[in-house]
């Protein structure tokens, strides 16, 4: 059975304080790993897919990158625009169209 | 990237009534998605449905509980029948886009209080 663990649960960060968030994974075949945004009262937001070990993605302060247990959502120098639950969802290869996702990590940052 | 609506936004509703929750999207797509989101935790997958076929449901879920149409490829409903407190939630539905990414993309969702 698929299965994707996040951490930290929460993380509170000073405005440009850089950190990374987690995503491990268990899959019988990846066929992709996603990234979310999520805000209050508000459906996920696509950020990125990584589809192999080695792959980095890059939006703004956002880069993610892929080995094959984990992927890392890096935050650098965040702004309080950033906070919001960051989610991760695995695709495997036998499964197509349907994700699991992790319990997602909520970033505050502060002024 | 697909645009999704949903119907309604929000509701309160009295426990064992049934509440249907419509999915629009703005082009044709093959695959919706529907997913339950309770308070302070992830998205847990209710079932896929594609047009002109049974939807497809997770284990735990069942079709007399949550019954499902898909009546073309820019629309589907969800019902949550005979409801207790337990199905506070947020709905959210979802489609498989093949636009500059293919990935899920997501509706606004349908935050549910049933008291």
């Known amino acids: 059975e698929d299965q994707v663990t996040q951490s930290p649960e929460a993380l509170r960060l000073q405005e440009g304080e850089s950190s990374s968030l987690n995503c491990s994974y268990t899959?019988?075949?990846?066929?992709?790993l996603f990234w979310y945004r999520q805000d209050p009262g508000k459906g996920p937001e696509f950020l990125f897919t990584?589809?192999?070990a080695g792959e980095e993605k890059e939006k703004e302060r956002l880069k993610a990158t892929l080995t094959k247990k984990e992927s890392f959502l890096h935050i650098t120098a965040p702004k309080p625009e950033d906070s919001a639950t960051y989610l991760c969802?695995?695709?495997?290869?036998?499964?197509?169209?349907?994700?699991?996702f992790g319990a997602g990590t909520q970033v505050v940052v502060t002024p | 990237s697909a645009v999704i609506s949903q119907k309604p936004s929000r509701d309160i509703c009295q426990r064992g009534t049934s509440l249907t929750i419509q999915c629009q999207v703005d082009?044709?797509?093959?695959?919706m998605f529907w997913y339950r989101q309770q308070p302070g935790q992830s998205l847990t997958l209710i079932a896929t449905?594609?047009?002109?076929?049974?939807?497809?449901?997770e284990s735990g879920f069942v079709i007399d509980k949550f019954p499902i149409s898909r009546p073309n490829l820019t629309f589907s409903t969800l019902t949550v029948s005979n409801m207790s407190p337990e199905d506070s939630s947020i709905y959210l539905c979802?489609?498989?886009?093949?636009?500059?990414?293919?990935?899920?993309?997501f509706g606004p969702g349908t935050r549910l209080l049933v008291l």
């Open positions: 979802s489609v498989w886009g093949s636009g500059p990414q293919e990935t899920q993309y």
């Open positions: 990584l589809y192999s």
């Open positions: 899959v019988s075949g990846l066929r992709g």
């Open positions: 449905a594609n047009q002109g076929s049974e939807a497809t449901y």
């Open positions: 082009s044709q797509v093959t695959m």
């Open positions: 969802a695995v695709q495997s290869t036998d499964s197509w169209g349907k994700f699991q």
